[in-house]
């Protein structure tokens, strides 16, 4: 059974830092690229980052460059998200996503990110 759990969301002030966590199961995790998408309410879901099967490239929504940090675990079947220098715009609900194809996409329940003081 494919399953993507995240966590490690929550409260945290401007400026403060999170990071998140999504463990894999049920597909074969490394021919995968990785994705972290964020929704925030009243708004379309955006890419925030993403990180190739092989970890070799990523790639960052340009709001989040140089704040963000995107990286794979092929041993523990993880994708991780650093959250620094977080600002009240930060503050959605954030998914992950696995696709190696149109068939082969699956999505995380979400975990949600409020930056409030």
């Known amino acids: 059974q494919v399953q993507l759990v995240e966590s490690g969301g929550g409260l945290v002030q401007p400026g403060g830092s999170l990071s998140l966590s999504c463990a894999a199961a049920g597909f074969f995790f490394s021919t995968y690229a990785m994705t972290w998408y964020r929704q925030a309410p009243g708004k379309e879901r955006e890419l925030v980052a993403a990180i190739s099967s092989t970890g070799a490239t990523t790639n960052y929504a340009d709001s989040v460059k140089g704040r963000f940090t995107i990286s794979s675990d092929n041993v523990k079947n993880t994708v991780y998200l650093q959250m620094n220098s977080l600002e009240a715009g930060d503050t959605a609900m954030y998914y992950c996503?696995?696709?190696?194809?149109?068939?082969?996409?699956?999505w995380g329940q979400g975990t949600q990110v409020t930056v409030s003081p």
């Open positions: 996503n696995a696709r190696k194809s149109e068939q082969c996409d699956y």
